[in-house]
């Protein structure tokens, strides 16, 4: 591959330009990328089974609550430790649908922020493509083949760098979300000790 280059003031032709420089961009963003993590992301499909299981077991418990033919002690014992189960039930099944809505949500907000950079990229290489007949102009053009280079590597990396500044916000929120839905598993937990269940927070 050919490389452009430019001009030093004292005639000397050190700096290289035209395709290295991009590349070296489309190299920079690829990294930046790798911070997104590999692969698809995970959006939380077995939170949903876990509500869903919940949920079935929840409408079980309510369908086996004492009827008119048994009373007493021990009917209301049942009646008890069933209403207890009912709402370990609905907490578990809050705290997974929790899970499920936050995962969701960063499953797309990865997708998104990795086709911004991707799509950066691409001007990239696009940009170095269009470019390449400048450097066969005298005199100037490696010169303005290096100001337009610049401009666009400029552009895009500062999107980029952005991008990844945006997700890493939405990211921190979402942990803070998981953070309180692990609070929800613990209460649940808790109640085989006695403590009380709060559904719905």
């Known amino acids: 591959m050919k490389r452009a280059r430019v001009l030093a003031s004292d ?31 995970d959006s ?10 919940f949920d079935k077991a929840g409408a079980s418990l309510r369908s086996a609550v004492p009827d008119d033919r048994w009373s007493g002690t021990g009917a209301r014992a049942y009646a008890d430790q069933n209403t207890r189960q009912q709402l370990r039930s609905e907490a578990m099944a809050d705290a997974d649908e929790a ?18 950079l991707d799509i950066q990229s691409d001007l990239l290489a696009r940009t170095s493509a269009a470019t390449s007949p400048l450097q066969v102009i005298p005199r100037y053009g490696d010169a303005a083949k290096l100001a337009v280079e610049s401009a666009a590597l400029n552009a895009a990396l500062q999107l980029s760098a952005n991008t990844l500044y945006e997700l890493h916000a939405e990211t ?29 927070r």
């Open 172 to 200: 921190s929120a979402n942990a803070a979300e998981l953070g309180q839905a692990v609070g929800r598993y613990a209460g649940v937990a808790g109640t085989t000790s006695g403590e009380r269940v709060h559904v719905g």
């Open 99 to 116: 899970v499920f809505a936050v995962l969701v949500r960063e499953s797309r907000q990865v997708k998104t922020r990795r086709e911004v």
């Open 44 to 53: 939380g499909s077995s939170f949903q089974v876990g509500r869903e299981g």
């Open 11 to 41: 005639d000397t032709r050190d700096d290289v330009v035209g395709p290295d420089l991009l590349d070296f961009g489309r190299l920079i963003i690829a990294d930046m990328k790798k911070t997104t993590g590999a692969g698809e992301p």
